[in-house]
């Protein structure tokens, strides 16, 4: 066992949410839904499932100063300073840079989990095993570690991790190469192959390693911090990041650090994993009817449909008869009906022209 004091977590809950368009929107996405009406959030979930074996003060969330009060208000007992607030939209790269840094500066021992905060993990139990089994490796290795899953359909929205030699570590291998979002004709192929797995977007690495990762790839903003600084405070470190943020790229950590590094592992987790930032992705997590359709806290009628996934607000009734494979969702006067396959990229491309068409209420 690694030393639990050591052991962090950093939650990202910045994204907006596009991919469950018209439900997840941006002044409300996804992650701070309760989507299925289970009593908690996303967020709070992903919350409640590392607080069983990461200590509370080692659990740090980052986001943008449009959802802080969402995060103040669904996580009230995340102190301030584990609140990394980004004061102008960035993809995943500079937070976890900017976590890494304000860890280093607590524990130089630190081992980090980062996690998105939009997953469904059905094995609880499998699931912790696998996390301590990853913080011992990142431990005792100068490496980064990820996550895959082996996949069940030639999904165009995940990334693809593909496994290469064998760690000392049984279960933990190198990875060969990292593919984002492939088309169809090269996803079909790599599920066939069986050499790639699906990328959880679950990274793992000791804090040094981290840093000196992030270092390589992104600009030196909290290098120069460091020269600059007398003494640090955590005050002076978010004045100078809300300054200074804007000259990071908006870059993911998948692209920025992870396919850029050299020292990249990958362990095939088997805990119940679900992206639920996708239509099909929650499809796939959620329990389906007799012609397999999945009906979500809604009212509906269904006749000679199947392989629908329906999502209506309270109060609405839908008919729906000989659909197969849509999905059927409205929200705040948007209704949505488009084919379940590809429907990640589908919705995207109509966020967009909502967007320029009817202006930003819409999405």
Known sequence: MTNTANNYCVILAGGKGKRLWPVSREEYPKQFLDFFSEGHTQLQQTYDRFLQFIPKENIFVTSSKQYLELVREQLPDVCEDNLLVEPIHRNTAPCVAWAAYRISKINPKANII????????????????????????????????????????????????????????????????????????????????????????LYLSNVDYLIQSSCNFLPVVLRNFEQDLTAYSIAAENDYVKQNYISYPNMSIDFGIFEKSENVYVMKGNFGWADLGTWHGIYEAKARSV????????????????????????????????????????????????????????IRKYVNEVQLKYGIDKV
């Open 114 to 201: 980062v996690t998105p905060s939009d997953q469904s993990i059905t094995k609880i139990d499998a699931f912790e095993e696998d996390m301590q089994i990853g913080l011992r490796f990142v431990a005792n290795h100068d490496a980064l570690l990820t996550f895959g899953i082996q996949p069940t359909r030639p999904e165009q929205a995940y990334g693809y991790i593909q496994e290469g030699d064998v760690s000392d570590y049984e279960n933990i291998r190198q990875v060969r190469a990292f593919t984002e979002k492939p088309d169809r004709t090269f996803a079909e192929m790599f599920v066939e192959s069986g050499e790639w797995l699906w990328n959880t977007g």
């Open 291 to 346: 012609d397999d359709n999945v009906i979500i806290d809604s009212e509906v009628f269904i006749d000679n449909a199947k392989n629908n996934i329906v999502k209506l607000p309270k109060g609405k009734l839908a008919i729906i008869e000989g659909l197969e494979g849509f999905i059927v969702a409205e929200n705040d006067g948007v209704l949505v009906i488009c084919k379940k396959d590809n429907s990640s990229s589908t």
